[in-house]
């Protein structure tokens, strides 16, 4: 475990389960058909990694980068595309992968363009859902895990950019938020 954790709250080994379950479901929702699944940056991106590998239907994977604006441990759902996807919405089959859900703000904008641009369908997949923190009705098609309403890293989740690359979820030592004045 990294030094800078106090907790492990999701293991490694619970995350590849889930990813297995979870795209086990898909590959059955998908078949037949050819999915754009669209990953936000940066966050989504180990989940999206592990979880495609597990669904067996075509798919085309495309990314957003969005940047909102509030302070480093919260969204104000006031959103700005930083990179909009290279492929064409109209029609599609979206599978909208993300690392979490709080306020649900971010994923209410996405799924109001994904309208506006005309998808076929919409589906939102999450590897966590924190729903005490929900700000608007929205609610995830499948989410792998319940987690409390406390800040998290790693599988892709950071604080200043440190621990996406940690395999599993962790709460931080209480130190680490006050130590470091980057
Ligand atoms: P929402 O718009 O649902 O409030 O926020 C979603 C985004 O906020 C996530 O994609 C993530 O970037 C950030 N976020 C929300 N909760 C956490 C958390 O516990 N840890 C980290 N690292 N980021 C979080």
Redesign the pocket.
């Known amino acids: 475990m990294h030094s800078d954790i106090q907790d492990v709250l999701i293991s490694t080994e619970d995350i590849q389960a889930k990813c297995r379950e979870l795209g086990a479901q898909l590959t059955d929702e998908y078949e037949g058909k050819f999915p754009l699944a669209v990953g936000?940056l940066k966050?989504?991106l180990p989940f999206m990694s592990d979880l495609l590998r597990n669904i067996h239907t075509h798919l085309e994977m495309d990314f957003m980068d969005i940047s909102?604006y509030?302070n480093e441990?919260?969204?104000?759902?006031e959103?700005k595309i930083e990179k909009d996807l290279d492929t064409k919405v109209e029609g599609r089959d979206i599978l909208i992968v993300?690392?979490?859900?709080?306020?649900?703000?971010?994923?209410?904008?996405l799924m109001d363009l994904f309208k506006y641009r005309k998808a076929n369908s919409i589906k939102l997949v999450t590897l966590?859902d924190?729903p005490e923190?929900?700000?608007v009705d929205?609610k995830a098609d499948m989410a792998g895990f319940e987690?409390p309403n406390?800040?998290?890293?790693?599988y892709?989740?950071?604080?200043q950019e440190r621990?996406r690359n940690l395999s599993y979820i962790g709460i931080l030592k209480p130190e680490v938020y006050g130590g470091n004045d980057e």
């Open positions: 936000v966050g989504a909102s509030g441990m919260r969204s104000s759902g959103v993300e690392d979490i859900i709080d306020s649900g703000l971010t994923l209410s904008y966590l924190k923190g929900r700000t929205i987690v406390e800040f998290v890293v790693g892709g989740l950071d604080y621990y």
